[in-house]
């Protein structure tokens, strides 16, 4: 499947939902952010027609695949698309990408604190609402506070000492009956704290109780006949409800955190990981998982925090969680809420996970029939996503297996063109290795491989694929750079959570599209070798079980238990035999060994 079709999937399936969506490059660099009311719809425009600015068919060019981001409304896709436009800086999102920001309403930390617009954020102690994407909305807002409350609007400085030396005189905002004159202090700290409180209650939308006793001034006006008056508290009623729904405070110390939900079912698992920095969310990010062993869900959400906390750079002390338990976590609070914001935001990760989840259903539905050329294709796209100059027509994997440490083995897998070659399949016994060293055993193993065919001169692989994260890949990196071969193999670890892949000398990993033929085909790789690993393992492990158990019986020789062995097939069988019929078989002296055995290891 070329990149054409593959988008063309994508956007066949994307939900009519508002969000957020990300188009990325042949290198998977996010390369324009953009919001949406219908995100299928827009989304597709930009595949639909020939566009005329030249800007943006350039931008088609190069787009290789795309990511989006269910909100629960336009005004939430403004915000997160202001938010991961901040943070990844696009190159053709020519708008958003400077210092400016939406503005936010900031309650300063001063005597009688003023309540005024702002674009910048300081860490003074000032209480900040918002970011507010409609600036007329904010303005509509500011107003309707200095319709109802008498909030100073001047910058004097009102401290105890200031004003007691009787320099200040009341402006006209004090005739006009805005403010109550603190400057000449004809108002006192306390009551201007009270009515403080209420300006507070508006800006984090608990509002009820003003609306309530609009209400009754309204009626009490329209009674008195006073109708301008009741039209004006009519008014200010409906735009106070146009506030009724929460507006984000951002204080010190609430103001980092991640959340992360995970979702098993029977035969996969899905995650969705938001990184909140400031209140505002910075990185959105919904995949399947791999869950090979089929662990329980705090043991998931255990193994995988850590590794998104490093992708995503999270230095937080609190991640939000899907589940009422605590995780075990290293610098970091796990919590479970049951309302407020944190709620909200875990719901919106439950939102895009089944979001997902319905786009990759889909996909499936609609996947073509036709995979004849489906191997050299996956070979293709891993090409392009790793950029490699050379084809990688032959592709080696290597993984380890062992049980604590036991009967340590090492597997190479071989695919030729996109297909398994298991006439090539090898086997590793480890021979330097004492104890569980998964990193020596990872370069014993590959040193083995290429040491062996360099010698009798063959063909080299174009690339080697490493089944485990840094260290197994540094592990065999070292190996290949001992025997002069860094030059002339391409190598890269493939972790298995989250199926990331490690490059030598590139700090941050690479994540493949979880529906591409090139991720597809690693796995393949890894899961063929840790398969044949696994058999080769089993088998010198049930070798050696036998020897080590009956080996112990002195006056049992290797042809009597090879005997034992064929007639009654397992040791569990030959102890519930009667000793009568086993001394038919080897004889009496050495059956009554054999029994004598059996009852001391009861």
């Avoid at 390369?31 to 930009?46: C, T």
């Avoid at 909305?137 to 107003?143: D, G, P």
């Avoid at 989250?498 to 597809?520: C, H, M, N, Q, T």
């Avoid at 158990?549 to 069988?573: C, N, R, V, W, Y």
Wanted: charged share 25%; with cysteine.
């Amino acid at each position: 499947m070329n990149y054409k079709d593959h988008l063309s999937n994508k956007v066949a399936t994307l939900p009519h939902n508002p969000g957020v969506y990300q188009f990325l490059d042949q290198n998977g660099i996010i390369i324009y952010v953009g919001k949406a009311i219908d995100l299928k719809k827009r989304v597709s425009s930009y595949f639909q027609k020939d566009h005329i600015d030249g800007k943006t068919r350039t931008l088609v060019k190069l787009i290789r695949d795309l990511r989006f981001t269910v909100v629960s409304s336009e005004l939430d896709a403004l915000l997160l698309e202001n938010n991961l436009i901040k943070s990844y800086r696009p190159r053709y999102n020519v708008l958003l990408k400077d210092d400016k920001t939406y503005p936010w309403i900031v309650v300063k930390k001063e005597a009688f604190p003023r309540v005024f617009p702002t674009r910048r954020k300081f860490n003074d102690g000032s209480t900040y609402y918002g970011p507010y994407p409609n600036v007329k909305q904010m303005h509509q807002l500011l107003a309707l506070i200095r319709e109802l409350f008498q909030i100073r609007t001047c910058a004097l400085d009102l401290r105890t000492q200031k004003l007691e030396q009787r320099k200040y005189k009341v402006c006209l905002e004090f005739h006009i009956g805005k403010c109550a004159g603190p400057c000449e202090m004809l108002q006192l700290s306390s009551a201007y704290d009270q009515t403080l409180k209420s300006v507070r209650l508006l800006l984090e939308g608990k509002n009820f109780s003003l609306i309530q006793q609009l209400k009754k001034e309204m009626l009490t006006h329209a009674s008195n006949q006073e109708f301008e008056a009741a039209q004006r508290c009519k008014e200010l009623i409906d735009a106070l409800s146009k506030y009724q729904a929460k507006s984000m405070v951002v204080s010190d110390h609430t103001q980092n955190f991640d959340v992360c939900y995970i979702e098993k079912n029977q035969s996969d698992a899905w995650l969705s990981y938001l990184v909140i920095c400031e209140g505002s969310i910075v990185h959105a990010y919904t995949s399947k998982i791999s869950d090979p062993l089929d662990v329980p869900i705090s043991t998931l959400y255990s193994q995988v925090i850590p590794q998104l906390r490093t992708h995503f750079e999270s230095d937080s002390k609190e991640i939000v969680i899907g589940i009422n338990e605590a995780i075990p976590l290293a610098d970091v609070k796990s919590i479970f809420p049951k309302i407020g914001e944190k709620k909200q935001l875990l719901e919106m990760a439950v939102n895009n996970v089944r979001h997902a989840q319905l786009q990759a259903k889909k996909a499936a539905m609609n996947k073509s029939t036709s995979v004849q050329n489906a191997p050299m294709q996956a070979v293709l796209e891993l090409q392009s996503a790793l950029g490699l100059v050379k084809v990688p027509q032959q592709i080696e994997c290597f993984d380890n297996s062992n049980l604590q440490g036991t009967h340590p083995v090492s597997a190479c897998v071989v695919f030729k063109n996109g297909v398994p070659s298991k006439a090539d399949y090898r086997h590793f016994n480890v021979k330097t290795v004492v104890g569980p060293d998964d990193f020596s055993t990872m370069k014993e193993a590959v040193s083995r491989r290429y040491g062996r065919m360099l010698a009798e001169g063959h063909a080299l692989p174009d690339l080697v694929v490493i089944d485990g994260g840094k260290g197994q890949l540094g592990a065999a990196l070292e190996a290949i750079q001992e025997l002069g071969l860094q030059n002339e193999m391409k190598l890269v670890g493939l972790a298995k959570r989250l199926e990331e892949i490690y490059k030598p000398g590139f700090s941050r990993s690479l994540i493949l599209d979880r529906r591409s033929l090139a991720l597809k085909l690693v796995q393949q790789l890894r899961d063929e070798a840790h398969r044949f690993g696994l058999s080769h393992h089993r088998n010198q492990r049930s070798k050696n079980a036998v020897g080590s158990s009956l080996d112990q019986i002195k006056g049992l020789g290797p042809k009597t238990i090879e005997l034992l062995f064929q007639e009654f097939k397992t040791i569990g069988k030959m102890s519930t035999t009667s000793e009568e019929v086993v001394a038919k078989k080897i004889g009496a002296a050495k059956a009554k060994l054999l029994f004598e055995y059996f009852k001391k290891t009861e």
